[in-house]
Structures are given as structure tokens and as C-alpha cells.
């Protein structure tokens, strides 16, 4: 694809982004002007007549601050939850983002109005905006998918593979053929005239995977030299360069690499929004949380809960809690095993509060008490661990920081990610740490709880 074609579809791509807020800000303008304004100009009084509410009155800038912040309060959550992905992503999965990102933002706003009035403002407004956004986004999703398609055709690709399968890339690229097509695929064994030949052809992009890293670093500066796009598998060394620092000794650029750990102030910070959030959300929780230790107890009258040693930082163990959503001889034979897709063992409601993510409620206390982080790799038990280390010692990096309620791996990933790639998430995280990157993951975190992908299975063959 030429480069004055990939200017046409950002070009394309941002003017449908940017009529999509200045259309959801209009619908929040007709209630603003229509309903929300008219409430706040009134004048409220005490039945003794203490005065409230004084009335708000704004000229044309306040009003124009007022659409602005909600604006930019869009871009934000958009830009968090992946809603300006139209035509790249899946039109499922972009409307999903739509759904948390005007969400988050009608709820800040609705509490926002609340301050201007200093007492809640009415809902129902606030939700007719919401529906009418939602039914917005669910037409311009469609038609730009439409459009996008009838523009851009799917990319061709050419994947370059060395002795290994490729069945398990083949797949993935499978699934998206709508942005992908794997038109010829090569081997390093067929040698170098056969590689060079299908790079002349010019290819949409060339997809590098799982070859010795010479081959790989030549052939990547061949496409380079060439203009093609180039689709790597990263290594665990490739993620760990990712987050080195750059320096400039003299006239050489050096990537320095060093021992991770959390600055003092981070770990701090960390520590504080885990315990200020378990607590809260215990205390907001608990009714749910006690008529899900009710239902489980009623269901087979096993224990509500379920304690599992796991692994923390530095492989320190803990006993993780579980509301129980197997049955109680789940592992009779003492043999650690994944839960598989369709799992006999899971009972019908552990079946929904897992797709719920509501039997990892009570980690809430494991947070509370030091042994996880809302956010960091999930643990893992000893066993499963000592399993993964034969195959690859790198395992073990992940647990230089404290074990986490969700964490890279499970926003970027899904719960049957091979361990290899979950290992590359994690270290992504740990690598790449800072409190945003934390607060970012804790709001994508509650999209994944309505993803069924997430909470699938591993393969019964796995």
C-alpha cells in the first residue's frame, strides 16, 4: 500500500473520529440547553429558608467551556478504552469501548452538574443522553466499518516463518480477514532467491515469525530498505529493550538496562490507591459479595469459600481467597490443572460469577492485607509455576513485583493466552510501570469483565 494511501485512511479515519464527538457533544448540548441549565439557574432554599443554590448564570464562553469539558472528557476516554479504533477494530469490539467511554463520562458529568447545583441534579436526562449516544454510535460504527471496507481493501501480507508451525499465527490473522490477508507464506529453509523474489513483489506487509534473531534482524533491514511494513514476534529480550532507558555517552546512543524496582514515591503511591480502593469497594461491595456467599452455600452446602496457595513477588506464597465456583471435588486427585473450556467441574453459577469475574471478589482482602496489587501479573500456584520454569526459565521475572487482581496480561490478552506470550505481557508491564499505566489498566480492566473471551478456558489438548 503506497504511503499517500495510508495518509488518505488517517486522514479518513480522524475526520470520522472527530464528527463522531462533536455529534455525541451535541447531544449533550440539546440537554444541557433544553433541561440541565434551566435547573441550575433556579434559585433552592431550606424550608427555613437558608439559601442552597444560588442560580447559575452563564454567558456564551461558560456555556462554551462547559460543551469543551465535555469534549475533551471524550477524547480522553475514547483515547483509554480504544473507541477511535473505527475500521481498524472489530465493530463488536469498538462499540464496547463506545459503551464504558460514554459511561465514564456521563457519570462524571451527571456528579459535576450535582457540584454546580450543590444537590443531585435529576438522572433521567442524563440517561436519555446516554441511549441516544449509544444509538448514535451504534449507526456510525456500522457505516464506517462499511465505508472503511469499501475504501481500504484488506492488506496482503507475506509471512516469512522458520521451522517451527505457523499454524497458531495463521489462525490469529485468520480471524481479522477483514484488515489481513496471508497470501503467500515462506520458509527460511527455501533460501534466499525465493525470500528476495516475493519482497520485489512489494508486499502490503511482511509478517517476521519466530526465526533465530540474525535471519530476522537481516531480513528486517532488508524491508526497511525496501519501505514494507514488517509484523514481528517479539522476544523476551525485545520487550525488555523496550523499556530501557536511551543514553548518550559521548557520541554513541547506549540503551541502559537495569535491576527493575519500584521508586520509593511509586510504591508509595501504589501501596495507597490498593488500600484506600479494597476498602472502599469491601464496604460498596459487601451486599453483593454476602448474597454470593448465600447462593454458594445454598447450591451444594460446600464452603463458600475457596483458598489456594499462590505465588507472589519474589515467590512468596499466599493463600488466595475464592468464592468456590467448582464443585468441592474439583481436584480429589491433588493434581493442579487449568480450568478447561466447557469444564465439567465448574458449577452453573460458578459458571456465571466467573464469567462475572464476581469469585474474585474476595482478593479485595489479599489487597487489603499486602499479598497482591490491584494491578500486576495474576498469581500463579507453585506447581503450575515450577511447570513453566522446565520450558522457560524466564518465567520467573514476573515475579519481581507483587501479584496482581489484573494486570497486562489479562487486558491485552485472554485467560487461554499461551503462557509464553502472557509472560511477554507481564514483563510489557513491568518494564513500562508508572501510576498511569496502572489507573489506564484498572479502567480497561472493567471492560474485559463483559468480554467472554477472557474468561474462556485453555484448549482440552493444552
Not at 433556579?42 to 465535555?70: E, K
Not at 476516554?77 to 469498538?94: D, I, W
Not at 513477588?313 to 464443585?327: A, I, N, P, V, Y
Amino acid at each position: 500500500m503506497s504511503k499517500k494511501m495510508e495518509s488518505a485512511k488517517r486522514v479518513l479515519v480522524l475526520h470520522m473520529d472527530a464528527a463522531l464527538l462533536l455529534i455525541q457533544t451535541g447531544i449533550y448540548a440539546v440537554g444541557w440547553f433544553r433541561y440541565y441549565y434551566p435547573v441550575l439557574q433556579q434559585t433552592r432554599y431550606t424550608n427555613d429558608g437558608v439559601l442552597i443554590g444560588a442560580g447559575l448564570h452563564l454567558y456564551v464562553r461558560g456555556h462554551i467551556l462547559v460543551l469543551f469539558l465535555y469534549l475533551v472528557l471524550q477524547v480522553f476516554f475514547y483515547r483509554t478504552y480504544g473507541g477511535k479504533n473505527s475500521g481498524y477494530q472489530k465493530p463488536l469490539r469498538v462499540f464496547s469501548s463506545h459503551i464504558f467511554s460514554l459511561l465514564m463520562v456521563n457519570i462524571l458529568t451527571y456528579f459535576q452538574l450535582s457540584l454546580m447545583r450543590n444537590w443531585l441534579v435529576p438522572v433521567q436526562i442524563m440517561a436519555l443522553i446516554y441511549a441516544a449516544q449509544l444509538f448514535v454510535s451504534i449507526l456510525w460504527i456500522y457505516l464506517t466499518d462499511v465505508l472503511y471496507r469499501m475504501v481500504f481493501p484488506p492488506r496482503d501480507m507475506l509471512l516469512i516463518g522458520g521451522e517451527k508451525p505457523v499454524d497458531e499465527i495463521l489462525t490469529k490473522f485468520e480471524s481479522r480477514r477483514d484488515r489481513y490477508v496471508i497470501t503467500k507464506s515462506l520458509r527460511l529453509s527455501q533460501g534466499d532467491e525465493v525470500i528476495t523474489a516475493a519482497l520485489e513483489e512489494q508486499p502490503g506487509g511482511v509478517i517476521l515469525w519466530d526465526m533465530p534473531v540474525e535471519e530476522r534482524n537481516r531480513l528486517l533491514k532488508e524491508c526497511y530498505a525496501r519501505r514494507i511494513r514488517v509484523y514481528i514476534m517479539p522476544r523476551i529480550t525485545d520487550v525488555i529493550l523496550k523499556g530501557a532507558d536511551q543514553m548518550h555517552l559521548f557520541d554513541t546512543p547506549i540503551f541502559m538496562i537495569q535491576e527493575y524496582a519500584l521508586r520509593i514515591e511509586q510504591r508509595f503511591l501504589k501501596r495507597t490507591i490498593d488500600l484506600v480502593l479494597s476498602f472502599l469497594l469491601l464496604v460498596l461491595l459487601s451486599p453483593l459479595m454476602l448474597l454470593t456467599a448465600i447462593i454458594v452455600k445454598a447450591g451444594d452446602g460446600g464452603p463458600v469459600l475457596y483458598t489456594q496457595t499462590r505465588c507472589t513477588q519474589h515467590g512468596r506464597e499466599f493463600r488466595m481467597l475464592k468464592f468456590r465456583s467448582m464443585r468441592t471435588d474439583a481436584e480429589a486427585d491433588g493434581v493442579a490443572r487449568l480450568a478447561a473450556q466447557k469444564d465439567p467441574r465448574i458449577t452453573p453459577f460458578g459458571r456465571f460469577i466467573r464469567r462475572c469475574r464476581i469469585d474474585e471478589l474476595p482478593q479485595l482482602w489479599n489487597i487489603l492485607r499486602g499479598d497482591m496489587s490491584f494491578i500486576g501479573p495474576r498469581p500463579e500456584r507453585p506447581e503450575i509455576i515450577e511447570q513453566y520454569l522446565k520450558e522457560m526459565p524466564e518465567f520467573a521475572f514476573r515475579t519481581r513485583v507483587k501479584a496482581g487482581l489484573a494486570g497486562y496480561a489479562q487486558v491485552y490478552g485472554k485467560y487461554n493466552t499461551s503462557p509464553y506470550d502472557k509472560l511477554k505481557l507481564d514483563l510489557t508491564y513491568i518494564e513500562n510501570y508508572s501510576v498511569w499505566l496502572d489507573l489506564r489498566l484498572m479502567l480497561l480492566t472493567l471492560r474485559i469483565l463483559f468480554s467472554a473471551e477472557s474468561t474462556e478456558g485453555v484448549e482440552e489438548s493444552g
